[in-house]
Nanobody
Framework: VQLVESGGGLVQAGGSLRVSCTAS????????MAWFRQAPGLEREFVAA????????RYGDSVKGRFTISRDNAKNTVHLQMDSLKPEDTAVYYC??????????????????WGQGTLVTVSS
């Protein structure tokens, strides 16, 4: 499966942004899908994930209550709605997929497929 992220950009602190991940060569509900992010000089960090064929979701502690992951099966796309953004949310956001759709993984090494990333910059 190929993954392409979109929707990154510049936003002020307190604002909202939605990034999307569109898949080709596979259907998103057959995969466990996740978002990770990586800020300069830091390791890639788990942000959110959604299990295939269900609405079960998990979030990293730093984004819980502010970010929402969702899946649009008709568009074969996974979204990450980001609200109440903070400067520390600035990072490249990556979409990832794993074919074991029934499990949510938290480690980067568990995911087989990755997008190229989209940059989100939150100004103070």
């Amino acid at each position: 499966v190929q993954l392409v992220e979109s929707g990154g950009g510049l936003v002020q602190a307190g604002g909202s942004l939605r990034v999307s991940c569109t898949a080709s060569g596979g259907v998103v509900y057959r995969y466990s899908m996740a978002w990770f992010r990586q800020a300069p000089g830091l390791e890639r960090e788990f942000v959110a994930a959604i299990r295939g064929t269900s609405t079960a979701t998990r979030y990293g502690d730093s984004v819980k209550g502010r970010f929402t992951i969702s899946r649009d099966n008709a568009k074969n796309t996974v979204h990450l709605q980001m609200d109440s953004l903070k400067p520390e949310d600035t990072a490249v956001y990556y979409c990832a997929a794993h074919p074991n759709w029934n499990v949510i993984y938290y480690r980067t090494t568990s995911y087989d497929y990755w997008g190229q990333g989209t940059l989100v910059t939150v100004s103070s």
